[in-house]
T-cell receptor, first 113, second 113 residues
């Protein structure tokens, strides 16, 4: 079975721009969660989607948003980029809701200049 | 307020010996615990998990122990191999909850030849 895939793997943007990241979960998995990893804060939960519905959101500003499609693929969007948004963005999928084991993709490295 | 703590940023162990990685948590609602291994520029790879109804779970060279009264878990790797050198993250959540995984800051395990 193919693992979680994320595109693009690397991205460079400038302050004020917006960015959309994509995640395809493992086939059959219905839940997709997003995490941000930075050297200072570690891995932090952004949000989780299950059956196209956002179940919860971590402590991030409204500039961070996401959605899930009927095929379980998910996108996250960051608007009005700030330098501090530079991070590794990780997507994880699980069969059920977040209490199940989550399997991570390789991540998208976003650099904001 | 860190709910999951890994107090050792790094650990060096000789090849063939036992590696013991520790993790403490403060949220008594957590009932599912996971260990992930991460190489640079890659997503975390799931290693092993344990439910709060158990105190031990074993999978090959990896064993996780859970001490609920002490709110402490540990990952034992026996015997340690060079390929085990990576950053190990402890994570916890509430099954059925919607807050995603809460991660520790990680322990960098270095296996010395």
């Amino acid at each position: 079975k193919a693992g979680v895939t994320q595109t693009p793997r690397y991205l460079i943007k400038t302050r004020g721009q917006q960015v959309t990241l994509s995640c395809s979960p493992i086939s059959g998995h219905r839940s997709v969660s997003w995490y941000q990893q930075t050297p200072g804060q570690g891995l932090q939960f952004l949000f989780e989607y299950f059956s196209e519905t956002q179940r919860n959101k971590g402590n991030f500003p409204g500039r961070f948003s996401g959605r899930q499609f009927s095929n379980s693929r998910s996108e996250m969007n960051v608007s009005t980029l700030e330098l501090g948004d530079s991070a590794l963005y990780l997507c994880a999928s699980s069969y059920g809701q977040s209490g199940d084991t989550q399997y991570f993709g390789p991540g998208t490295r976003l650099t904001v200049l | 307020d860190q709910q999951v703590k890994q107090n050792s940023p790094s650990l060096s162990v000789q090849e063939g010996r036992i590696s013991i990685l520790n993790c403490d948590y403060t949220n008594s609602m957590f009932d599912y615990f996971l260990w992930y291994k991460k190489y640079p520029a890659e997503g975390p790879t799931f290693l092993i998990s344990i439910s709060s109804i158990k105190d031990k779970n074993e999978d090959g060279r990896f064993t996780v122990f859970l001490n609920k009264s002490a709110k402490h878990l540990s990952l034992h790797i026996v015997p340690s191999q060079p390929g085990d050198s990576a950053v190990y993250f402890c994570a916890a959540n509430v099954r059925g909850g919607a807050d995603g995984l809460t991660f520790g800051k990680g322990t960098h395990l270095i296996i010395q030849p």
